[in-house]
């Protein structure tokens, strides 16, 4: 059965308002719009506006001129308007997740009682933090008769580019911790799932947070992404995506020198120890590989398996996958939704093409969906492959799909060096029973995060981010501010 749509969300599909610029929702300068498709159908769900440079000109322009008034707020009063954007974002956890299923594909449950209760949480969480971002006293190592002190300040106008697998949650990621350190933002949402970032500025505007302190512009990269990206007037850019599109950022941002924080692309290790619980593993592995339809970068779905449990764990792994129920984000009985767009399920299939022809087996999968209820949609069969080895497409490649390749190793120092070898280092996942190894090789796997017998944790206070070619800078927690401040250092002589 399928959860109704509410006459909120009904309403807003009507009609979703344009961009979002100084305070005030417009059409784009030359009127032009982009459809939204619905994955479960491939039908329009609706349009919206498709921004151009000159709208980015425009959106930069309004957030410069809000800066001095958003500095000058009262610390307390700029708090006291991300606490009641979270709250009021939690009231409408069910209109926010009905829009983002509908949009993004994925199940309902996921998205209210997920994505839109942790995006509350995010602005709550950075709310706390605006009363607290002093700087410090110090003392001259020589003695000079001096008193110094530092102040943290904004960097200024902060571009926010955000990627579609995750649309309203990454709008907190960036949002939140900007907002706190008192600058203003251009927020550009993917052109494939742009609806509850339309919503949440809507939201802004009822709160009455100042004109241009949020705008929000929709478009394609080209279009909107690229001229926000290279903008001589935005001091930072934060992205999150694939590396593809990251390097083109570095690129852009040497015109003016900008400051960046790249979160991107990841092909996450998870190793299975013998002496591991198998059915937390088995479980928590799933979880790893198949969440959000496996369009996280996250993903740990390259799962290496000591060979004295392989092939019971493969066996296991396989019965859950082929539990997975295919089928719309609002169907109650759906475990699982289709890919974002026929882009996305097409590139995912070719790569599963690649590891058969490349000689890897699929235990459950590797097939194209042939169910007529689920053809008009972008939906690919979840997979599981075997016998995958490190030189294959499927091992290096962020598949972002619903594909998890499991492969034996004998020895801790081979499973390290299997997990290592790949240019990404953002996750990874231990299993053991061995609170010693599991120390030992969380220190020695090249990652920005380590979960041990758990998979995809996450919390506001927690810091986040990779290493190696799956970016830099940091998001959650105390350290996700730091991007977002600058310091400066006021000598002031005594003598």
């Known amino acids: ?155 200024g106008v902060v571009g926010a580019i955000i990627p579609w697998n995750f649309p309203l949650l990454m709008c907190g990621y960036k949002l939140g911790p900007a907002l706190a350190a008192g600058n203003t933002v251009v927020l550009k949402p993917a052109e494939q799932t742009p609806l509850s970032a339309l919503r949440l500025a809507r939201l802004v505007d009822e709160l009455g947070f100042p004109p241009g302190v949020v705008n929000v512009v929709t478009g394609d990269g080209p279009s909107a992404g690229a001229p926000l990206a290279a903008h ?40 299975v120890f013998d002496d591991a619980d198998l059915d937390a593993a088995v479980e928590g592995t799933f979880g790893a590989v198949y969440f959000n339809q496996g369009q996280c970068c996250i993903a740990g779905a390259r799962v290496f398996v000591h060979s004295g449990i392989h092939d019971e764990f493969v066996a296991r792994l396989a019965e859950r996958v082929a539990e997975v129920r295919l089928g719309p984000g609002l169907s109650d009985e759906s475990t699982m939704g289709p890919l974002v767009s026929a882009e996305q399920r097409d590139r995912v299939e070719e790569l599963i093409r690649s590891g058969l022809a490349e000689g890897a087996e699929a235990v459950v999968g590797g097939d194209k969906i042939t169910d007529p209820a689920l053809a008009p949609g972008f939906y690919v069969r979840p997979t599981l492959f075997t016998g995958a080895t490190p030189d294959m497409r499927i091992m290096r490649e962020e598949i972002f799909g ?75 927690g105390r350290e996700a501010l730091d991007p977002y401040l600058q310091t400066k250092t006021v000598w002031v002589g005594l003598s």
């Not at 070898?421 to 030992?440: C, E, K, M, N, P």
């Open 232 to 271: 001589p007037d935005v001091d930072k850019i934060t992205f999150t995506g694939e590396n593809s599109t990251g390097r083109k950022i570095i690129a852009a941002s040497a015109g003016n020198m900008k400051r960046l924080s790249l979160e991107l692309g990841g092909k996450s290790p998870s190793l």
């Open 1 to 155: 059965m399928d959860t109704p749509v509410l006459p909120a969300v009904k309403e807003f599909l009507s009609g979703p308002p344009g961009l979002f610029i100084g305070g005030e929702f417009r059409p784009s300068a030359d009127g032009a719009t982009l459809p939204v498709l619905d994955p479960a159908n491939g039908e329009q769900l609706c349009a919206v506006a498709a921004g151009t440079a000159a709208d980015i000109d425009a959106a930069v322009a309004a957030a410069r001129a809000a800066l001095p008034g958003w500095q000058a707020m009262a610390p307390s009063e700029r708090a006291d308007l991300l606490w009641r954007l979270g709250e009021a974002l939690a009231e409408r956890a069910d209109e926010f997740g009905q829009l983002e299923s509908l949009d993004n594909g994925k199940p309902l449950g996921e998205s209210a009682e997920l994505d839109v209760p942790l995006c509350a949480s995010l602005f709550k969480y950075y709310a706390g933090w605006v009363t607290k971002l002093g700087g410090e006293s110090l003392a001259p190592a020589s003695g000079m008769p001096m008193h110094v002190y530092t102040r943290r300040e904004p960097v």
């Open 402 to 476: 619903p594909v998890a390749m499991v492969a034996k190793f004998d020895t801790e120092e081979e499973a390290v060096d299997l997990a290592n070898d790949t240019a990404f280092g953002l996750a990874s996942g231990i299993w053991t029973r061995d609170v010693r190894r599991s120390h030992r090789v969380a220190a020695a796997i090249k990652a920005g995060v380590v979960w041990v017998n758990t998979y995809g944790m996450f919390d506001v206070a927690i810091p986040y981010g990779g290493f190696k070619a799956s970016g830099y800078g940091k998001e959650l």
